[in-house]
Every structure is written in structure tokens, then in C-alpha cells.
């Protein structure tokens, strides 16, 4: 059974860091790729960025390239989200999500039950 638990949200004032971790079990890395993915009130989920567990390959959506990071920790089986230099804009439910490389390339399979993240102003 797979299952992503993620963690590491929280309150933080604008231009602030915070640092998100997805723990992933029940499914073989080589196969996924990884992603984060944030909503906010009113709005559609959106994509924030992707990690390829094989390659590290990252992608980046606009908004986030050059303040987020996103990497994995094989020892530890976590995704995190380093987020730097935050905006009123982050501030979202952050989810972390699981995507078969089999699937279509905005396909994501398992999903995390997020974590808020408030920026204030």
C-alpha cells in the first residue's frame, strides 16, 4: 500500500524559508516521479515542481524556479521542498504526490493528505 506523509508546513513571514518533507512508502522509487503541488482557497491545485527518482531530473513551475528546491533522500525515502525567499502567493495546502513514469507525464497515481503553508504579510 502506498502512502505519502508529508510534513513541515507552517507559519512564516514574507521572504522567510520553510522546508516540506514527503515520506513515501509501499511503492519502488526507480519507477515514479515525485511531485509537489499546491492549492490555494478557491483555486485549482496547481503544479509546483517534479523530481525523477531514477535521474533527479527536477522541473520547475515558473513561479517557484530559483526559490524552490526540490531534491530526494534515498537513506531517508523523502522528497522535500525547500521553499526560500517566500511570497504571500505561496501561501497554499502543499501536496506531495506519486506518478507511475508509465503514466502520462502529468499523471500522478498516489497523493499526500498536504500540509498548510501561510505567508504573512
Known amino acids: 500500500q502506498v502512502q505519502l506523509v508529508e510534513s513541515g508546513g507552517g507559519l512564516v513571514q514574507v521572504g522567510g524559508s520553510l522546508r516540506l518533507s514527503c515520506a513515501a512508502s509501499g511503492l519502488t522509487y526507480k519507477y515514479y516521479k515525485m511531485g509537489w503541488f499546491h492549492q490555494a482557497p478557491g483555486k485549482e491545485r496547481g503544479f509546483v515542481a517534479t523530481i525523477i527518482w531514477s535521474s533527479n531530473n527536477t522541473y520547475y513551475a515558473d513561479s517557484v524556479k530559483g526559490r524552490f528546491t526540490i531534491s530526494r533522500d534515498n537513506a531517508k525515502n523523502t522528497v522535500d521542498l525547500q521553499m526560500n525567499s517566500l511570497k504571500p502567493e505561496d501561501t497554499a495546502v502543499y501536496y506531495c504526490?506519486?506518478?507511475?513514469?508509465?503514466?502520462?507525464?502529468?499523471?500522478?497515481?498516489?497523493w499526500g493528505q498536504g500540509t498548510q503553508v501561510t505567508v504573512s504579510s
Open positions: 504526490a506519486a506518478g507511475l513514469l508509465s503514466s502520462t507525464w502529468t499523471q500522478y497515481d498516489y
